[in-house]
């Protein structure tokens, strides 16, 4: 919304035209009022509306009391400011019922055309079906006939999977589970269970692929067009012949789409949401910034230093995969799994244990097994596990969030040796990074949504938490925190998502340095090393653009950067 300063109430209307609409300017004036309060970060009082909006002050208060008695505004009793009223909710609610799918997506349709070159669709769930309901044609030589009216599958197409994503989950598995899929070709996902895995998938990267699974030779990337209410109500795809559209390029692009599928749902009145980049910092990258491992993750994350071997292990949450591999030689395996797997920890009695989708499994990379240690979170399944650690008596912490990111649906658990389980703090976005102080008093905890790494008190003997409060809130144009690392000397090293570096914080939360990366989107990071005095750092590329990861190529690689301070070794899990 755009404020304009109108006119005092001792300026005259001789200004407006003559042939003006009588009532016109006061029309004006209550809506930039609106306005106003509208594009406040915070609340307002009377004087801050009225110094912003140039009336005077009489005139002011007639207006926004009008404005409150038609439920425009509403009034705080506890501190007197102004908040948008109950009607424009239900005046939206209105204007969703009448939204025209298609005439709000025809500007995206040309627009996306014009910059992918290929066929845009906009499609429809139809039972078990999407239905094409609009298309623009590509200008390639070789292309797709027109769609329109035509029918695919929704579990083999990237439209249907997009929209699937966004359904609530029991209602999905009671619709579709112990139903057999049609299969249409080799790669046609036919299994109930892998479908549900796959919808998973593209709800946490925010968009759906499909390579080859309608048709031979043809390939597409969506993303949903979601309502006031987060419904998914249709989704918007790039289709075209497979030798074009290749999987890189299928993801490079599924930033693109979703961006069309927000600005279709704004184009019906919702507020686009937008994805905030901080500008890459200027002048040469750091020359002691070096990649390690050339990966292209989706979603790196969760590395762990193995002083006994050399090796570094990590994740790519969306693949998703467990990493593992020499920094010497750059050489790494990927290990396929069967979930969303956000860490990766030893455990001492051999093996492994990640947080995972569904809760906390025991992992044996050699045979691929994964049997389930704890789900304490199996009444919800919107959520996922994130980050995981453990305290320096083998503790297991692992924090939770909405794979869409619901506010408050995240808590933070620990798992102790025994098997018991003791949910520790609830009510966070995107539950992050974690960490312990050198003298195990202080315990670190990161929620990124709200861009603040916590501190609580810890006691090393019981394992509790308390006296929980801010220690960094990262301002506005530097990214979110995530994941973290603490060093020897009591310092926290925590990534930047978005905001193209790694920050060292002093023990009272002041920022000791901060190194630029190569990459908008570092993840985390872990020290290791010979020594333990090089940090590792891994990346994402998920949701960038195309434009982006050109500016960006290595986003998704993992980093080794020396600190000049030696890092903590990390706990296995002594369960």
Excluded at 50 to 60: F, H, M, N, Q, V
Excluded at 248 to 275: C, K, P, T, Y
């Amino acid at each position: 919304m755009r404020l304009k300063v109108l006119p005092t109430a001792d300026q005259t209307d001789a200004t407006d035209s003559p042939r003006e609409v009588p009532g016109a300017q006061a029309l004006r004036r209550g809506l930039a009022l609106l306005d106003i309060v509208a594009d406040s970060a915070r609340p307002l009082r009377f004087t801050e509306i009225a110094d912003r909006s140039g009336l005077a002050r009489p005139t002011a208060h007639r207006m926004l009391a009008t404005l409150v008695e038609a439920g425009l505004l509403r009034v705080d009793d506890r501190d007197q400011t102004y908040r948008l009223g109950l009607r424009l909710f239900e005046m939206a609610h209105r204007v969703w019922d009448d939204f025209d799918l298609r005439s709000a997506a025809e500007p995206e349709l040309e627009r996306l055309r014009d910059l992918t070159g290929e066929a845009v669709r906009l499609a429809v769930l139809d039972g078990r079906d999407v239905l094409t309901v609009d298309q623009r044609e590509s200008q390639q030589p070789v292309r797709l006939g027109n769609g329109v009216g035509a029918r695919s599958a929704a579990h083999a197409s990237g439209a249907g999977k997009a929209i699937l994503a966004h359904l609530d989950p029991l209602e999905l598995r009671q619709r579709w589970a112990g139903n057999d899929l049609p299969r249409f070709t080799p790669n046609t996902i036919v299994s109930a269970d892998e479908l549900f895995s796959e919808l998973t998938l593209a709800k946490g990267r925010g968009y759906a692929v499909s390579m080859e699974e309608q048709h031979p030779g043809v390939a597409s990337v969506a993303a949903p067009i979601l309502d006031h209410r987060a419904r998914a109500i249709g989704a918007i795809a790039v289709v075209g012949p497979s030798f074009r559209l290749g999987p890189d390029r299928l993801h490079a692009l599924g930033r693109d789409v979703m961006e069309a599928a927000r600005r279709i749902s704004g184009n019906a009145g919702q507020i686009a949401m937008s994805i905030t980049i901080a500008p890459r910092p200027l002048g040469p990258d750091r020359e002691d910034v070096r990649v390690v491992f050339p990966s292209s993750c989706f979603l790196g994350e969760g590395p762990y230093w193995s002083a006994a071997d050399g090796r570094l292990t990590w994740v790519d949450i969306l693949a998703p995969a467990i990493l593992t591999g020499d920094p010497a030689t750059g050489t790494f395996t990927s290990h396929p799994m069967p979930e969303l797997v956000s860490a990766v920890i030893p455990r001492r009695r051999g093996g492994w244990v990640a947080a995972m989708q569904s809760g906390i499994k025991a992992v044996d990379l050699d045979s691929r097994s994964v049997v389930a240690l704890a789900s304490p979170e199996a009444d919800k399944p919107g959520n996922r596990f994130n980050d995981a650690k453990c305290d320096r008596r083998g503790r297991l912490f692992a924090g939770t969030l909405a794979i869409d990111t619901t506010p408050g649906e995240g808590s933070l658990w620990r798992l102790d040796p025994d098997g018991r389980v003791t949910a520790m703090d609830r009510g966070f976005q995107v539950s992050n990074g974690l960490g312990w102080s050198p003298d195990n008093r202080l315990f670190y905890f990161t929620d990124s949504a709200a861009r603040t790494i916590w501190v609580y008190d810890y006691d090393i003997e019981t394992g509790s938490i308390a006296n929980r409060r801010p220690f960094v809130v990262l301002p506005e144009g530097q990214g979110t925190p995530d994941g973290l690392a603490v060093d020897a000397e009591g310092f926290v090293w925590s990534a930047h998502w978005d905001g193209w570096c790694v920050s060292r914080y002093a023990p009272d939360g002041s920022v000791e340095r901060v190194i630029n990366m190569p990459v908008p989107r570092p993840t985390s990071c872990v020290f290791g090393g010979p020594d333990m005095s090089t940090l590792y750092v891994t990346s994402a590329r998920i949701r960038l653009s195309a434009h982006q990861l050109a500016e960006a190529p290595l986003s998704g690689a993992v980093f080794a950067i020396d600190a000049r301070v030696r890092g903590l070794p990390d706990t296995p899990f002594a369960g």
